[in-house]
């Protein structure tokens, strides 16, 4: 469900079953709302976090913005988000939202115009300007960024819950040295 206020204002609801969480998300919807709490609301009120009550919005509106050709500066503004899971359904589903008051993306001029910026606004369907209604494409592109920032936040804050984010850094990781060995 996508709720406009204006131009750039964008909230993003979606709800995951219980039964979805577990199976692929590898966590379940208590974990994920106390997880939410702790980390994204105190945890970034505690840091002083002006706009930033999420997990890392600024990592997803980077990767879209330098994709499809914004300017990249803007994401101080446009990453302000707040992520916010509840469960509802007596605990049988997960009601996730972000809320990103200031969205500002455009899909002419610039660096829309480079060729695989251009590329990607054509394949997500938004680019140009709409003769039909003027700054409908922006909005899409801005529902976009906000949809995406939501799947990204799912997805990392399960990571976290399901203590697959360590893991994976430490299977992964390709440098050789011992960091705990290395004089400080």
Known sequence: MFKFFNFTRAEILDEVDDMQVKKVLKTNIDTLVELNMLKNLTGSAMAGALGGFNAHASNIVSAVFIATGQDPAQNVESSHCITMMES?????????????????????????????????????????????????????????????????????????????????????????????????
Do not use: F, W
Not at 98 to 122: D, K, R, Y
Not at 150 to 167: K, N
């Open 88 to 184: 509802v359904n007596d605990g049988k589903d997960l009601h996730i939202s972000v809320t990103m008051p200031s969205i500002e993306v455009g899909t002419v001029g610039g660096g829309t115009q480079l060729a695989s910026q251009s590329a990607c606004l054509n394949l997500l369907g938004v680019k140009g300007a709409s003769k039909d209604s003027p700054g409908s494409n922006s909005r899409l592109l801005a529902s976009i960024v906000a949809g995406s920032v939501l799947a990204g936040e799912l997805s990392l804050m399960s990571a976290i819950a399901a203590g697959q984010l360590v893991r994976s850094h430490m299977k992964y990781n390709r440098s050789s040295k011992d960091v705990s060995k290395i004089p400080s």
